[in-house]
């Protein structure tokens, strides 16, 4: 089959990102770079080498020779770009989050399955070996279940700088935007939620959005994620992190440096990672992973998923579940009361 021909919309820091991959991908390469800023359009498509550059979208989607568009623009313009180039026939691959909201995601997904392309959200830790490890672990029982996530993210100099990612209408906000990471991951790991109780509010002076939350998620397996996120810091401070898993047979951490006294436990191989498992008396053990680019990867699947004929590596409903979480949590925190599922819409009691 002939090399598919894809154009990247948005050409900042993700769109920058995917086209690094394009280069070592097989069997696609990207052609056409867009932004409504014309610099950045035109310097990505001389660092990549590639063939145009476009400032208006329409313009890419509406080239016969493209067969991808890759949406790498702020979540605002998603559903706008993702159901155009659906209906122009491309296939879409699109960052996550899906939008900034559930009816929007659906009207992505109904265009795509109206023109038969595929559209792939990417939710790149479902590519990430480290996580695909520890999902592997909590499923085959190493710390019982049910189990409890931890998941504690307080940043504002490793936060996104810009300021569309903390405005409403924009970015959503950390939960909608990189907590949306966790809740797409727990939602593989544990299957659907059930309810969603949270507190949020806005530290930042220029955010339209919740800056910061505390979300208590259970699903329906009986496990939990525990939440509280916030991109609300003076720039450059950092909160203590937490990122763990607890359970009755013991906590699983991501990495052997989560804690000083893991320093003891052997280095992984070159090229490869460990989670650890510190089941108390009956031992400390580590589990080894192939560390690996997850972009990359994902755009790989997707590709192989096109040229293949086959079905969307992560299609619409996960980012459609996911995002139900995050907003969610959003409704929770405005209104004080427990969101209970089925968590695509939600329903208040
Ligand atoms: N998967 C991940 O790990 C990851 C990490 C960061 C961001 N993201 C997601 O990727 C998307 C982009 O984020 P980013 O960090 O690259 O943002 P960014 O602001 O660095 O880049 C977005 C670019 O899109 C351009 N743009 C805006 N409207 C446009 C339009 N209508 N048409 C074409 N271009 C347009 C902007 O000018 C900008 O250059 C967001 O949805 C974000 O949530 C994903």
């Not at 690094?20 to 310097?43: L, Q, S, T």
């Not at 479902?126 to 490890?133: E, I, L, S, Y």
């Not at 299957?191 to 969603?196: D, I, K, L, T």
Request: hydrophobic residues 45%.
């Amino acid at each position: 089959m002939k090399e598919l021909r894809v154009a990247i919309v948005g050409s900042g820091r993700m769109g920058k990102a995917h086209a690094e991959r394009y280069v070592k991908v097989r069997g696609a390469k990207a052609v056409v770079a867009v932004d409504i800023i014309p610099e950045r359009a035109k310097a990505l498509k001389e660092a990549y080498d590639m063939e145009a550059w476009y400032e208006d979208y329409r313009e890419a989607i509406g080239r016969a020779d493209i067969d991808i568009v890759d949406v790498c623009a702020p979540t605002y313009v998603h559903e706008e770009i993702a159901v155009a180039a659906a209906e122009a026939g491309k296939h879409v691959l699109c960052e996550k989050p899906m939008s900034l909201h559930v009816p929007e995601a659906r009207r992505m997904q109904e265009a795509a399955d109206r023109a038969g392309v595929l559209l792939m959200i990417a939710l790149c830790r479902r590519f990430d070996n480290c996580w695909m490890k520890v999902k592997e672990l909590i499923q085959s029982g190493v710390l019982g279940r049910p189990v409890v996530w931890r998941s504690v993210v307080a940043v504002r100099g490793g936060a996104p700088p810009l300021s569309w990612f903390v405005q409403k209408d924009q970015g959503g906000g950390p939960i909608v935007d990189g907590a949306i990471h966790n809740l797409d991951f727990a939602r593989y790991m544990f299957g659907e939620a059930e309810r969603v109780a949270a507190c949020t509010m806005t530290f930042r002076e220029d955010a339209t959005a919740a800056d910061t939350g505390s979300a208590l998620v259970r699903f329906v397996s009986g496990d939990d994620l525990v939440l509280s996120w916030s991109w609300g810091l003076p720039h450059g401070a950092r909160g203590a992190s937490v990122n763990d898993i607890i359970g009755p047979k013991g906590a699983l951490y991501f990495s052997r440096d989560a804690r000083p006294d893991f320093a003891s436990l052997p280095p992984p191989d070159k090229g490869w990672g460990s989670v650890v498992v510190d089941a108390g008396e009956a031992g400390i053990q580590q589990y080894p992973y192939k560390l690996n680019d997850m972009y990359l990867d994902e755009i790989q699947a997707f590709v192989d998923a096109v040229r293949e004929g086959r079905p969307s590596p992560i299609g619409g409903q996960a980012g459609i579940a996911s995002l139900a979480i995050a907003e969610a949590i959003l409704e929770a925190g405005e209104s004080g009361a427990t969101v209970y599922g089925p968590l695509e819409g939600g329903t208040v009691g």
